[in-house]
T-cell receptor, first 118, second 112 residues
Framework: AQTVTQSQPEMSVQEAETVTLSCTYD???????LFWYKQPPSRQMILVIR??????QNATENRFSVNFQKAAKSFSLKISDSQLGDTAMYFC???????????????FGTGTRLKVLA | DSGVTQTPKHLITATGQRVTLRCSPR?????VYWYQQSLDQGLQFLIQ???????AKGNILERFSAQQFPDLHSELNLSSLELGDSALYFC???????????FGQGTRLTVV
């Protein structure tokens, strides 16, 4: 069974500093997708970044980047130049398609609550 | 704005009642997912539809049911409501299984 583990329930970082959120996953599949979602206090779920497993290059979106280590099944999120608006819960998610049934499966981690300090 | 619309945004109802939550996916998206998020908890996958057909089922109670209509909007029906059903219910949509899911703003259900 696929699982997603976020081992850091809470983290804090000073404004303008860099922080890395960890995520590990377990799968026997070779083709899958990984995502980071952000949930600010408004509770809206916002897609931050995605990574296709077949791509070796790490995805980057402005101040957000990932360190994807396929062999280690690790998918960490780095936030550079942290801003107060980055304060949120961050969820790591794993997605794969079951070709036999055409079923798509998203599995979310339990989340890391990040607080950016002024 | 993700393009996914959920109504209503807030719902307060009594135990034992039945409610219907509605979701309109992004234009062109064929897949709809429903998730439940209790206070300070992670996302619990309930059910997924693709182009009108049920494709995956998670931890969805028998008191809950859902469907996706020909125009691709979806409804989640919750019946015989209990206090523990109070949660934020999210709908998400994606074009296919190989694309990211975009979430609606959620429906906050309070059962009193």
């Amino acid at each position: 069974a696929q699982t997603v583990t976020q081992s850091q329930p809470e983290m804090s970082v000073q404004e303008a500093e860099t922080v890395t959120l960890s995520c590990t996953y377990d799968t026997s599949e070779s083709n899958y997708y990984l995502f980071w979602y952000k949930q600010p206090p408004s509770r809206q779920m916002i897609l931050v970044i995605r990574q296709e497993a077949y791509k070796q290059q790490n995805a980057t979106e402005n101040r957000f980047s990932v360190n994807f280590q396929k062999a280690a099944k690790s998918f960490s999120l780095k936030i550079s130049d942290s801003q107060l608006g980055d304060t949120a819960m961050y969820f790591c998610a794993f997605m794969k398609t079951l070709k036999s049934s055409g079923t798509y499966k998203y599995i979310f981690g339990t989340g890391t609550r990040l607080k950016v300090l002024a | 704005d993700s393009g996914v619309t959920q109504t209503p945004k807030h719902l307060i109802t009594a135990t034992g009642q039945r409610v219907t939550l509605r979701c309109s996916p992004r234009s062109g998206d064929l897949s709809v997912y429903w998730y439940q998020q209790s206070l300070d908890q992670g996302l619990q996958f309930l059910i997924q539809y693709y182009n009108g057909e049920e494709r995956a089922k998670g931890n969805i109670l028998e008191r809950f049911s859902a469907q996706q209509f020909p125009d691709l909007h979806s409804e989640l029906n919750l019946s015989s409501l209990e206090l523990g059903d109070s949660a934020l219910y999210f709908c998400a949509s994606s074009l296919t299984g190989y694309t990211e899911a975009f979430f609606g703003q959620g429906t906050r259900l309070t059962v009193v």
